[in-house]
């Protein structure tokens, strides 16, 4: 009887939290886990800073280093516009930021689209606990390059 009602009690579980749909404003307020510092100590080296400017608005920075020497820098930001949560980015010299639309969020995942951009179409985002993978792939899901991150002081 209680392995029926423990399984139970996990398959709620499962179902409560596979349905959480945030609203706009409810996915501001959990992307703001991403505020702080993360670096990556495997594969791609890479590092990003966010930092909560409003409910409506985060600044980030993103950057890779070799040898001392910035090898890659990106601004980026993330922000709330007409009931909606967009992901900017701005590479190099550009002047304007490239926009993705966030077509899906959870509590500590949310998934961007731009399938009008050469690459990436989808940029992604998953934090658990102090690790955050990010993750950019095409519009078919090829070419995935994945950011493996970890929260530091």
Same mark, same amino acid.
């Given at each position: 009887?209680?392995? =029926?009602?423990? #399984?139970? =009690? !996990?398959?709620?579980?499962?179902? /409560? *939290?596979?349905?959480?749909?945030?609203? =706009?404003?409810?996915?501001?307020?959990?992307?703001?886990?991403? @505020? !702080?510092?993360?670096?990556?100590?495997?594969?791609?080296?890479?590092?990003?800073?966010?930092?909560? %400017?409003?409910?409506?608005?985060?600044?980030? /920075?993103?950057?890779?280093?070799? +040898?001392?020497?910035?090898? #890659? %820098?990106?601004?980026?930001?993330? $922000?709330?516009?007409? +009931? @909606?949560?967009?992901?900017? &980015? %701005?590479?190099?010299?550009?002047?304007?930021?490239?926009? #993705?639309?966030?077509?899906?969020? !959870?509590?500590?995942?949310?998934? $961007?689209?731009?399938?009008?951009?050469?690459?990436? @179409?989808?940029?992604?985002?998953?934090?658990? !606990?102090?690790?955050?993978? &990010?993750? *950019? *792939?095409?519009?078919?899901? @090829?070419?995935?390059?994945? #950011?493996?991150? %970890?929260?530091?002081?």
């Amino acid at each position: 009887m209680g392995y =029926a009602k423990t #399984f139970v =009690a !996990g398959l709620i579980f499962l179902i /409560l *939290t596979s349905c959480y749909r945030p609203s =706009a404003s409810e996915t501001m307020q959990d992307l703001q886990q991403l @505020n !702080g510092k993360w670096s990556s100590s495997e594969s791609i080296l890479f590092n990003e800073y966010w930092q909560i %400017k409003s409910d409506t608005l985060l600044l980030g /920075l993103g950057y890779s280093l070799q +040898d001392n020497d910035t090898v #890659f %820098k990106e601004e980026l930001k993330i $922000f709330y516009h007409d +009931d @909606n949560v967009f992901y900017g &980015a %701005k590479v190099g010299e550009r002047e304007q930021f490239v926009l #993705f639309e966030l077509m899906k969020a !959870g509590k500590d995942n949310w998934i $961007f689209e731009n399938p009008d951009h050469d690459y990436p @179409n989808i940029i992604s985002y998953e934090i658990d !606990g102090d690790r955050l993978v &990010a993750s *950019t *792939t095409n519009s078919n899901g @090829n070419k995935k390059i994945e #950011f493996i991150m %970890k929260r530091i002081q």
